[in-house]
Antibody, heavy 121, light 105 residues
Framework: QVQVVQSGAEVKKPGASVMVSCKAS????????ISWVRQAPGQGLEWMGY????????KYAQKLQGRVTMTTDTSTNTAYMELRSLTSDDTAIYFC??????????????WGQGTLVTVSS | DIQMTQSPSTLSASVGDRVTITCRAS??????LAWYQQYPGKAPKLLIY???SLETGVPSRFSGSESGTEFTLTISSLQPDDFATYYC?????????FGQGTRVE
């Protein structure tokens, strides 16, 4: 079983950048992907992007292109999401979800607990 | 990008009721659709993948079906733990999208 723990809450000023981490432990596959999802206060889920090193796939939501970068560090089983040029609209809970590919037809999905990012002057 | 239209936005129901939530995709997504349950402030929980496959450990009162670009989540007999918000998500192309959510109250 895989466990995923995210970094702690952040408070940032408008124009700043934030980096959220997502560290996995437990029985993991070497083939995996990470997606990032955010949820503004009282709003629905918004998909931000996806990264998977094993097949070189990376895709960002169009509205975040140019402001977001997703990376992974396989040596520490940690994924990172950096969001730049923050505005109040970026205030949200940020979730990561890890997809461990177990077989050709079986994937295990594990979510982090979420990280609250508050953007305020 | 593929748009997902989910309805209703809010649903009032009682314990024991049969509940149905619908998502319509703006174009064909095959069976690449998942359903999630979310409690306030918590991470989403996967219920259904590939439109109708029940995730391990999820009660059998949850089921999913599809007809073309219309997808349905059904809870056969609503239980107290089922009062939550539900989202559909398509993963057909490289950009995934969620429906707007349905709050079951």
């Amino acid at each position: 079983q895989v466990q995923v723990v995210q970094s702690g809450a952040e408070v940032k000023k408008p124009g700043a950048s934030v980096m959220v981490s997502c560290k996995a432990s437990g029985h993991m596959s070497s083939k995996y992907g990470i997606s990032w999802v955010r949820q503004a206060p009282g709003q629905g889920l918004e998909w931000m992007g996806y990264i998977s090193d094993y097949n070189g796939k990376i895709k960002y939501a169009q509205k975040l292109q140019g402001r977001v970068t997703m990376t992974t560090d396989t040596s520490t089983n940690t994924a990172y999401m950096e969001l730049r040029s923050l505005t109040s609209d970026d205030t949200a809970i940020y979730f990561c979800a890890r997809y461990d590919i177990l077989t050709a037809s079986d994937t295990s999905e594990t979510w982090g607990q979420g990280t609250l990012v508050t953007v305020s002057s | 990008d593929i748009q997902m239209t989910q309805s209703p936005s809010t649903l009032s129901a009682s314990v024991g009721d049969r509940v149905t939530i619908t998502c319509r995709a703006s174009q064909s997504i095959g069976s690449r659709l998942a359903w999630y349950q979310q409690y306030p402030g918590k991470a989403p929980k996967l219920l259904i993948y590939k439109a109708s496959s029940l995730e391990t450990g999820v009660p059998s009162r949850f089921s999913g079906s599809e007809s073309g670009t219309e997808f349905t989540l059904t809870i056969s007999s609503l239980q107290p733990d089922d009062f939550a918000t539900y989202y559909c998500q398509q993963y057909s192309d490289d950009t995934w999208t969620f429906g707007q959510g349905t709050r079951v109250e």
